[in-house]
C-alpha cells in the first residue's frame, strides 16, 4: 500500500488554497508552478489596483494559517495591487512548512494522461480510476520527466493564455508575424520601464484592443501618457458599436464603478484625447521596417487602416485545454468550461461576480474520475468568476476526497 497524491496545477491563489487544504487533510501533495516564483500571474499585473478590498482577497484558512506562521493577516477596506497581494499574503504562505517543502517552481507541466490508457479508452466504465495520472513535467533547467498522482487539480487559470486578436477569436493575417510589436498583458504604461517590456511609451502610435476593465484600465493610463506627451497618440478599437463597458446597476465596488464611468468619458467623450473606434475588429496586420500597418474593419464591412509602433491585446483569455486533451473532459461548446459547471452558471441570473456563489461539488466532477478543474479556468469564457468562489470549490473538491487512503501499490 502507498499513501494517495494530490498534482496541484497552479501556485496562484486557488492553487495555494488547495495546498493548505490538503496539508490539513494529511494528504501527500505536490505543487507545480511555471514561474520562477508564487503567484507568477498576479506578479505580471502587480502593478494593478484591484476592485475588491483586502477582506475579498485573502481567504479564511490563509488568514489563519498567516496568523500561525507569526504574520499578521492583511485585512481593512483598502483595495490592494496585486504586488501587494502577493508580498503581503502568497509569499508568506509559501514559506509555510508544508507548502516549501512540496513546492516545485519554475516547473511546468506540459501534459496529462492516464498510465497505460488513451482518451478513448475505458469510456464509461470507471476503469480510468485504476491508472494513475501520468503528468509530463519540464523543469526550469529544461528537462522532462514523468511524475504520477492519484488526483490533479488544475489551478492554472487563464491568463497565461490570451485570445487572439483578429476579427471572430482567431489570429488575424499577419498576427503571428507580428508579435514582437503585440502586448497581451496590462503594461505598466504609467511605470518605469521594467525588464521585458518595449522601451517606453511616450510619443508612440499605440493600438489598444478590447472593451474590458483590463483594456479600460490601460485606456486611462494611456490618459496621462498622451497628456504628459501630447505628439503620443492612441487609437482605442473596440467590437461592439454600443458599449457598456461591464456596468453595474448601484455597483457596490467604487474603484470599478470609477473606471466604468472614466470608461464611458473617453468612449463617447467630445474632447476625448484617445481616437476611438467603436464598431470596429482588427482584420490585418502587416509589419514593416518603421511599424505595422492595422487593417480595421467596420461593421458594416468597410476596411480602415491604422499605422502604429505598439499593439495592445486585451481581448480576454481562457483556460488552456491543451493540458489534458488525452483525459475524458466534457467542455462546454460556448464557453470552454467543465459542462457541468457551464451549464449551472449559462442558467444563473447573475452576471456580476459579486453575486456569484459556488455551484455545488457535483458540478465540478468531469467524466474523467479525480481530475478537476478548479478556480478562473474553471469559468472557462464566462468573466463573472470571483476569488471566493475558488476557495469555495477547494472545500468542496476535498469534501468529494474523503480522506487520503492509502491505495494499492502499482494502481
Known sequence: MTNRTIAILGAGPVGLE???????????FTIYEAADDVAGNVRSWGHVQLF????????????????????????????????????????????APEIATNLRLGTRVLEISRDGLLKSDE??????????????????DGHERVEHADVVLDCTGTYDNPNALG???????????????????????RGPVLEGDAPGWSGLRILLVGAGHSAQTVARDLVDVVERAPETHVTWVIRSASPTFGAVE????????????????????????????????????EA??????VSLRTDGGDIEHVFVDRIISLTGSVGDARLYRQLQVHECYATSGPMRLAAALLSSSSVDCLAQQSQGADVLQNPEPDF????????????????????????????????????????
Open 18 to 28: 488547495a495546498a493548505l487544504a490538503a496539508a490539513e487533510a494529511g494528504w501527500v
Open 52 to 95: 475588491t478590498p483586502w477582506t475579498m482577497n485573502v481567504s479564511p484558512r490563509m488568514r489563519a494559517r498567516l496568523a500561525e506562521l507569526g504574520q499578521e493577516p492583511p485585512d481593512g477596506p483598502e483595495c490592494p495591487t496585486g504586488t501587494e497581494l502577493t508580498e503581503r499574503a502568497f509569499e508568506p504562505l509559501a514559506l
Open 123 to 140: 469510456i464509461g466504465t470507471g476503469a480510468r480510476a485504476e491508472h494513475v495520472f501520468r503528468l509530463l513535467v519540464r523543469d526550469a
Open 167 to 189: 476579427l471572430g477569436g482567431i489570429a488575424a493575417p499577419g498576427e503571428r508575424g507580428a508579435e514582437e510589436y503585440i502586448i497581451r498583458r496590462i503594461p505598466d504604461v
Open 250 to 285: 448601484n455597483d457596490a465596488l467604487p474603484r470599478r464603478y470609477s473606471l466604468v464611468q472614466r470608461a464611458h468619458e473617453l468612449a463617447y467623450g467630445s474632447q476625448s484625447p484617445l481616437d476611438v473606434r467603436l464598431g470596429r475588429s482588427v482584420h490585418a496586420l
Open 288 to 293: 514593416s521596417v518603421g511599424g505595422i500597418d
Open 372 to 411: 478537476y478543474i478548479l478556480g478562473s479556468k474553471s469559468y472557462g469564457r464566462n468573466s463573472t468568476f470571483l476569488m471566493r468562489v475558488g476557495w469555495e470549490q477547494v472545500d468542496e473538491v476535498f469534501e468529494l476526497l474523503g480522506a487520503p487512503e492509502a491505495a494499492p501499490v502499482g494502481t
